[in-house]
């Protein structure tokens, strides 16, 4: 059932360069993790040691309530205290915190001060427009700097904030602005991308004809064209912060470790979306920590995570765990090709760069370009690469590690996912690699593979990914929800107390872990997260679709593509013409990246007796496999 795209495992071995091994924060990483397991909440604690907190915590851990865990309680801090105020006081208020380069080729650069200065000035427009602690606030933008400005005055007045991806549709927007009930929504005019704009500000006036509850839209200028600024619900990013009310100063507000930081929302087996929730203390001592080491993170760095900061990937390792440990990042605006398929080359070169952090899905779009155009570039100032979103095939990651790398940069390929805050299972500087595999859990993270029992798999066997004991970035609940939380992540293994992964994973000889894919009905297509029954149900909201059923099936390039099939209400046509219909429907309920590369139009679908789509039938088929199973199949 799993979704296996590619090569099985190598046992292929790449050890790390002696000077990296010489440098690293964590020499040996079995003694750290034999440490942390010993004691994991001493461990945990001593973490927490290394960040500022306005009150230190009564307990580390209250698992009373149990799978509702929380960490460092009685604990008061702000994710912004340690992210930007405690750097205030420092040599390291003049150091860069973020150089920012936009597809037109405009660059910015923060220093923390700057930058904090800018955060304060947001914090008080957010507060003149009456925001208080725990009121959630929609973000609706592209990759430009006010993305990150916006996210952290959010979290300086403790206003959770709700980050909806620019990539998608105005209906995914509307239902997660209804769903967290954001009264306040921040978006841009336009954002670049392949040269045209993309129109988020239109999206936005759609999607608030359903979500009327948005009282207040800010807009920051991005791309210049004419939009609608609705009279009394519409203001200027930049005039508003050029109002005497954003002063440069503002106070951090006080809160309780386990006080909402925000929300994202990811997709799951079934139904809508489900808004994971994550907390101000935990989060911040899992991130930081995380960061630092797998990533050995240093003032010298220049850390470019090319993700988005509307992904877990750009919150935790854009946002907040840089900024904690005083980095300096790099953000780009754009897609990776344009407008030259070195653009990233060039920008690594151009900038010093020294670690890379992206997804197999750009790396194998990179690849295609040739190695001409990495060629081209003076590499020389990268030290670490980093993986994540998928698995990576073997054939990537060597090109990754030869081309990109030059054969002397490890590859930290990281399994981790929105729920978990952040990496989970990952290599840390000095562990030899085995391309394809995410090796260990890092220190203090009990993981396992399992069978439907609860048994642990031997060596070779496939099973279920399961984490067998808190951490403190771990989500909290599923907004609004909490019996789903509970259902979907504790409910299978609910006598041993261990979090459902949702992934199958097997160990090998050595211990290392290799993640296959989802055992669930979620597809990842180009790292993105997708659930079926999204796209099922964006594409039965058409008026010719009585029943559809969609799945992935394996793309060299995406990972995986989307494939549907659909049953037509009577006398509905099922030409051309509705196969180039039915994907802008998508597109337009869902988001581009759910569009499914291919449409058929079936009689009928493979069921169980209880009504349940047997895609598993539908994706052997597909790709020419035995059919497997089929006892339980209606017809
Ligand atoms: O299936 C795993 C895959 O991505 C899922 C999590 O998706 P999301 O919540 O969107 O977070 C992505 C970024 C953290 C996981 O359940 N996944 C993520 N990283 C890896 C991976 N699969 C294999 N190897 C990875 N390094």
């Known amino acids: 059932m799993a979704e296996r795209g590619f090569s099985p495992p190598t046992s292929e071995w790449f050890h790390p360069p002696p000077e990296l091994v010489e440098r690293a924060r964590i020499a040996d990483p079995e003694a750290t ?64 915190a973020f150089i920012w380069e936009g597809e037109p080729g405009d660059q910015q650069t923060f220093s923390y001060w700057q930058l904090s200065r800018e955060v304060n000035r947001f914090a008080n427009v957010l507060r003149g427009l009456g925001l208080q602690k725990g009121d959630r606030v929609t973000i609706y933008m592209g990759r430009i700097p006010e993305i990150v400005i916006a996210m952290l005055a959010c979290a300086k007045i403790g206003a959770p904030h709700s980050v909806v991806y620019g990539g998608f549709s105005e209906q995914a927007l509307a239902d997660r602005i209804q769903d967290a009930q954001s009264r306040v929504l921040i978006t841009q005019d336009g954002a670049w991308l392949r040269g045209k704009i993309v129109r988020l500000k239109e999206t936005v006036d759609a999607a608030l004809q359903q979500s009327p509850i948005v009282e ?107 900024l904690i440990l005083g980095a300096t990042s790099f953000l780009y605006e754009g897609a990776p090709g344009y407008p030259a398929p070195d653009r990233y080359w060039r920008m690594i070169a151009e900038h010093g760069i020294s670690i890379l952090y992206t997804a197999p899905t750009a790396i194998r779009g990179l690849m295609r370009y040739g190695d001409d155009w990495v060629k081209r570039h003076d590499l020389s100032s990268l030290r670490l690469l980093g993986s994540v979103g998928e698995p990576i095939n073997p054939e990537a990651w060597k090109w990754y590690h030869q081309v990109v790398g030059g054969g002397r940069c490890p590859i930290m390929d990281t399994w981790w996912q929105t729920e978990t805050g952040g990496f989970m299972i990952t290599p840390l500087p000095t562990v030899p690699l085995k391309p394809g595999s995410a090796t260990r859990p890092f220190p203090g993270i009990e993981v396992d593979v399992v069978d439907d029992e609860g048994n642990s798999c031997p060596a070779g066997v496939d ?145 169980t007796r209880s009504g349940k789509i047997m895609r598993r039938v539908l994706k052997a088929e597909a790709q020419g496999l035995p059919l497997g199973d089929l006892s339980t199949l209606e017809d």
């Not at 008061?76 to 930007?84: D, E, P, R």
């Not at 050029?242 to 440069?248: D, E, I, L, N, R």
């Open 33 to 96: 993790s034999a440490r942390a397991a010993a004691d994991r909440l001493a461990f945990w604690e001593e973490r927490a040691e290394t960040l500022d907190w306005y009150r230190k915590w009564d307990n580390v851990l209250d698992d009373s309530e149990a799978p509702f865990y929380r960490w460092f309680t009685g604990a008061q801090t702000n994710i912004t205290l340690n992210a930007l105020d405690r750097h205030l006081h420092t040599a390291r208020r003049n150091q860069v």
């Open 463 to 607: 099973g279920k990914l399961v984490i067998q004991s808190p951490w403190p970035s771990m989500l909290r609940t599923v907004y609004g929800d909490p019996q789903r939380y509970i259902d979907q992540y504790w409910s299978e293994f609910a006598e041993q107390g261990w979090y459902l992964a949702g992934d199958s994973a097997r160990k090998d000889e050595d211990g290392y872990i290799w993640v296959i894919g989802r055992i669930d009905d979620v597809l990842l297509v180009s790292g993105y997260r997708l659930g079926t029954a999204e796209i099922e149900s964006g594409l039965v909201s058409h008026a010719a679709v009585a029943e559809a059923a969609v799945i992935g099936v394996p793309d060299e390039l995406r990972g995986n593509r989307v494939q549907a099939y659909c049953i037509l209400v009577a006398g509905a046509e099922g030409d051309e013409a509705l196969v180039a219909e039915l994907k802008l429907h998508v597109r337009r309920e869902v988001g581009p990246i759910a569009v499914p590369a291919a449409i058929e139009f079936v009689e009928t679908l493979p069921k």
């Open 216 to 322: 207040t839209v800010v807009v920051a200028r991005r791309t210049g064209q004419d939009i609608t600024m609705q009279a009394g619900r519409d203001y200027w990013w930049h005039e508003l912060m050029a109002s005497p009310q954003a002063g440069a100063e503002a106070a951090t507000a006080v809160m309780d470790a386990e006080d909402p930081l925000f929300i994202l929302y990811t997709s799951g087996t079934t139904g809508k979306p489900k808004g994971v929730l994550h907390t101000h203390g935990g989060y911040q001592v899992y991130t930081s920590t995380t960061l630092s080491w797998v990533f050995d993170l240093r003032e010298e760095d220049r850390w470019w995570c090319a993700a988005d900061p509307g992904w877990i990937t750009g919150h935790s390792y854009i946002v907040y765990a840089p």
